[in-house]
Structure formats: C-alpha cells, structure tokens
C-alpha cells in the first residue's frame, strides 16, 4: 500500500514534531470588543476565533429553563477555513461538534448560578488543520472566563491517536486522515475530569489506555497555556513580588 | 488563620484549604476553596471571597441603577439595565396607589428611551427585578452624556469613600451618576470637562487592576495634591449614597489597594489585610 510517511526513521512527524509534542498553541483574550468574553486561538494551523454572550436574556422566550442557565454552542467552519470551500451551511458535523462542545463545557459552568438566561458561545473556525474541536473548546473556556462566566474550573482540550502503530500527541490533518486513530479529549485539569472522549478507530485497551493518558497529558500542557494568557491578559506586568512565586507554586500543586 | 490578600485567581484554582466560608464568587469542595472567577482572593474574618474583575451586571436587591424605559404596558415599565433580565417599574411607584390605568397616561411620565436611576426592590431566581423611584435623588434624569463601563470597574471608579470619583468630579467640573450596572450619565459645565472625564473614566476601565490608579488619574487630569485633599459637598446621587455606605465601614488607610466596594459588597465590615 503506498502511504505517506508520517513518522520518519528518526521518529519525527510530517511537520517536524515528536510523538509527545505539542504543536505551537497561542491563545489571545479579548479579540472582540462586543462580546461580553472573546478568545482567539492558533493552535498549529489552527485558527479559530471564541465569542461568549452572556449571560443574557433567552430568546425565543420558552426556551429558558427554570432553574438554570442554557448553554448555547455553535461551533462554524468559514468557507475559506479548508483548501476546497466549505460550504457555509451547518453541516452534519458541525451540529455534532456544536453539542459534543457544549457537553465539554457544561460540566465546567456553574449553570445553576444564571437561571432563565443564556449564554451563548459562537466558535468560527477561520482555518483548520485537525484538531479544532480541541482547539475549539480551549479557546472556548478562556472566553467564557473572559465573559466572567462562573466556572468551576477551565476546559482543556487536546487530541492523541494512533498513527504507524504508535500512540502520538496532538494529531494534526494528515495525520487525521492517513493515521489509523483519533482521539479527542477535553479535561477539566483541577478537578480530573474527563468532559468529552471521542474516538475514531480502532484501539486495543492497552493502547486506549495509552491514549486516554497522553491526550490528558496533553491537556495539561494546553493549560498551562491558557493561564497564562488570562493571567497576562488581566493581571499583566502588575504581579507584585512573591505573586509570581505564588503562581509557580500553584502550577506545581 | 492563614491571611490571603490581592492573591490573583482565574477560575478552578485552589484559594485555600481548610475549614472557611465561601462567600462571593469561591465555592467548597472537599475542604477546599476554589475560585470561580478570575479576580483577585481576599480573605477576611468572615470568610473567603473574590473580586471579580470581568463580568456582566447581575442584578442585585438594593443596588442603584440606570435604566433606559424600552417599553410599558398598562401596569408597568419594561426598564432595560443592562443585565441578563430586564426590569420592571411598576405605575402605581410612580403615580401612588391611586394610580389608574385608564386616567392617567404613562407615556408622559416616563416614554421608551428616558433614563431613570432607580433603587432595585426585588429580585431573586424566580422572578424579574422590580424597581422604585420613591426614593431621595432617584427618577428620570433630565440631561447628561450617557457612557456605558463594565460593573465590575464601577467600585474602582468611586473608589474608596469615593476618592476616585471626587477627584474626576472636582477636576472636570463634572457631575457623575453612577449606576451600580456600569451605566453612567455625565453632566457637566462644559464640553472639554466631560470630554476630560470621559478620559479619565476610560483610564479607570481599563487599568482597574494595576495599583496607584488615582495617580494616574490624577496625573491625566493635571491635579495637585492639595486640591483633591479638601472635602466639598459636591458629590452626585450614587456618590454619596457611597459615602453614607461606608462610614459603616473600617477605615483602611490605604485607598489604593481597596478593589472593593462597599455597596457591593454583602458584608460591610469587612477587613482589609494590608
């Protein structure tokens, strides 16, 4: 079978990655002035911009619950996100990101705080390249602390899969399309919870195992990252001495 | 007891462990405080808490606010104040309990689009905020330039015992009402004045966070010390409603590091760490 190399001799990636490599991630806050939170992230080739709204008033009106808030997801692929133009209509997958998103985030929100409102999360994905329901609810969860949304903790999000036979970090395009196994995971990191598990292949439950493990590992490293750009965004060069110490501290525990 | 002061938290992270109430924004799980906004932890006597420093307006019992009349029926005033719910002002507030609707003619007292401060009387998960305007220096207001803040700034633009606030007032020969939802309405002698103003509440918007903020303000609005040191009786609505608040409350001697504010906050006596 004629395959595309995705893992050299040297154990290097078709974008020059490791197994256990992140690709680059950056995350913006506040890219949009109208939204009450807004995130932008690049996540590899990713490109993807979060608005927030929120919470607001329910509109149409019956669609408010009693005793909570409901929690709106739309997750959208820009025609000009892919090399084909995507069509701007919802696809079936992108109503299938949109709710399998809302449920990563859910659990983190404290719904029951914002009765007969609604907020409402808009992810535009502006380019993708694998991995942007990951990179989706990264930058959603940053948004949403951006809103100041209540929140138990932050989402995380990253993939694993299976590509030659091994168990790599953070699958990218090709290998989205070429490996054999893609695994999608989203984490609340100080609680240690899984939010969402998706899976795309077919695994063995040692490698499962294997896999489910990475994508945490993973999630964490994407945490970090989404740290410090709250923290920079809101508290920025004005960590007084010992704050930053304290910080350190807290990445530790 | 472990002390915390001007600790930064963005949500999810560990405040402290161990055997405290969880008063504003923090909740309790297994023992342990988390955080649920980002802001900045503060403990004191009665327990921990976080000063959120993003966030829309929440409405709350007591809290004075700006509201714009969009609508009315024939029993009351739709008033949007700028949060998830919109509010309601009923007639019989404004015209007294002989109020009828087939008599009397609410769009002339109040017409979609005017202005009111009002004093929220109820709310709670259940049910809409209601309003009331029977009340000293609250009802529609005439004139002004109207600017929109996030709530979270608006205890550091008062400031403590309202420093910040008199000091743009004083400088700018501005009157400022302040809604406790972020809504302003400026007043002012004369255009530069409130065009000043306008400058230094956008300075107080966007730097809330950083300390020596009146400072900087000052700095903005070209003030010497002394002139800022001289009480006057030139307050607005809200402003001294602040002062009336928080003579209530502990003097700490320093104003620059109080993100707090006396009206929002459920407990009055509260203790500051440094």
């Known amino acids: ?253 | 007891m472990l002390e915390i002061k001007k600790r930064y938290v963005i949500p999810g992270d560990v405040i402290i462990e161990g055997n405290y109430r969880p008063l504003m924004n923090v909740i309790k799980k297994d023992n342990v405080i988390i955080a649920t906004r980002i802001g900045i932890a503060e403990s004191s006597k009665d327990g921990i808490k976080v000063i959120p420093l993003s966030g829309v307006y929440i409405p709350r019992i007591n809290d004075i606010v700006i509201g714009k009349i969009i609508d009315n029926s024939s029993l009351s005033w739709e008033v949007d104040i700028n949060a998830c719910f919109s509010a309601h002002l009923p007639a019989q507030d404004v015209f007294g309990r002989d109020f009828s609707p087939a008599k009397d003619d609410m769009k002339k007292r109040l017409a979609p689009g005017d202005l009111v401060t009002a004093r929220i009387i109820t709310f709670d998960r259940t049910r809409d905020p209601m309003l009331t305007i029977q009340e000293k220096d609250l009802g529609k207001i005439s004139n002004g330039e109207f600017l929109k803040i996030s709530s979270t700034r608006v205890p550091r633009l008062i400031g403590k015992r309202g420093s910040m606030i008199q000091t743009i007032e004083q400088a700018t020969q501005t009157r400022i009402l302040i809604g406790q939802n972020g809504i302003l309405v400026l007043t002012g002698k004369n255009d530069e004045g409130i065009a000043l103003a306008f400058k230094a509440i956008k300075l107080v918007e966007e730097e809330a966070h950083t300390s020596n903020l009146t400072q900087k303000v000052k700095d903005l609005l070209n003030v010497s010390e002394e002139v800022t040191q001289t009480e006057t009786n030139n307050s607005s609505v809200n402003n001294e409603d602040y002062v009336n608040n928080s003579n209530t409350d502990n003097n700490s001697s320093d104003m620059e590091n109080d993100h707090s504010s006396n009206i929002t906050t459920e407990s009055p006596k509260e203790v500051q760490p440094n």
């Open chain 1, 1 to 253: 079978m004629d395959q595309t190399i995705l893992i050299d001799e040297n154990g290097k990636r078709t974008d020059g990655r490791s197994i256990d490599d992140l690709r680059d991630v950056k995350i913006t806050i506040g890219v949009l002035k109208n939204a009450d939170g807004s995130a932008s992230i690049e996540f590899g080739k990713n490109k993807i911009i979060v608005a927030v709204y929120g919470p607001r008033e329910v509109h149409p009106k019956h669609m408010a619950l009693p005793d909570r808030c409901v929690l709106r997801c739309r997750y959208h692929m820009s025609p000009f996100s892919t090399d084909t133009r995507k069509n701007p209509a919802p696809s079936r997958r992108e109503v299938e990101i949109s709710k399998v998103m809302r449920e990563a985030l859910e659990p983190a929100i404290m719904l029951e705080d914002y009765p007969r409102a609604a907020i409402d999360v808009f992810v535009e994905v502006l380019q993708a390249d694998g991995g942007s329901r990951c990179a989706g609810i990264a930058a959603a969860s940053v948004a949403l602390a951006d809103a100041g949304v209540n929140m138990r903790d932050l989402v995380a999000a990253c993939a694993a899969g299976k590509v030659n036979d091994k168990i790599v970090l953070d699958i990218n395009d090709i290998e989205d399309k070429e490996g054999s196994a893609d695994m999608p995971v989203a984490y609340l990191p100080n609680l240690e919870q899984i939010t969402l598990l998706q899976l795309d292949g077919i695994l063995t439950e040692s490698q499962f195992n294997e896999c489910v493990e990475k994508a945490i590992h993973g999630c964490k490293m994407v945490y970090e990252i989404q740290r410090k750009a709250l923290i920079e965004k809101y508290f920025g060069n004005d960590l007084p001495e010992g704050e930053e110490k304290e910080l350190e501290e807290n990445k530790e525990n």
